[in-house]
């Protein structure tokens, strides 16, 4: 794990044994001969700032941790990172809004790095409806809220299915970024009950193609599949770690019946 004040050398040796390289895999893919990579890690040699950025990239850190590796190279960040209040974000914020809005009246959602909710449409009051209000209280994260007996979990009707592919999903990225947060969050949601998702019937077509959240709103059931919205090539930090959640339909069932609720005006904010 990355920590300040730490040398050049023993980040860059971290994070090659985090991605199971060995000196010569990474000196091949950098360009660089492998004498000279090792005497960059042991501390016997000073790594120009365009070397510690090319090894970087061959090792796909992610890009505040570039930065600390440059910083600790003694060298300036090569990456911004802004609130994404900042007028220099006014076109990611605008591109976001855009997002959300148009994909009402599904729901969707923006969330950071570490799952916390960012914005979100309308129709993502669907999920939050029955919540303890403290699951609720900024800043609200996603995965805990979902997964927490106190929130989406009881109304989860493929709890155990859904919770393992979260699971997956959040260790998935605890290992690929490196980040304590994210592996004391999935050591967390792992205390949850609910199950290991093993046996979970298929009972939708759906279901074969890619997992489903089954969802009770009410005495109704409803049927969603995810995608992920990433920006594809940021180079500022805060943008790098925003990814939008949206949900669609799995059915003409759940369809009709987000059609009608936003005709009513539930899950709309009227």
Sequence with gaps: MTRPGRPVGELLRDWRRTRGMSQLDLSIEAGVSARHLSFVETGRSRPSPELILRLAEQLDMPLAERNTMLLAGGYAPAYSSHELSDPELDPVRAAIRQILDGHSPYPALLVDQHWQLVEANPAVALFTAGAEPRLLTPPINVLRLSLHPDGMAPRILNLPEWRAHLLNRLRQQAVTTNDPVLYDLHEELRGYPGGNG?????????SRIVIPLRYRH???EMSFFSTTTLFGT???VT????AVEAFFPADSATTETLQALTTSGVGTGT
């Design 198 to 206: 093993h046996g979970a019937p298929i009972s939708e077509a759906v």
């Design 218 to 220: 009410n005495d109704q």
């Design 234 to 236: 940021p180079l500022d």
């Design 239 to 242: 943008v790098s770690g925003l």
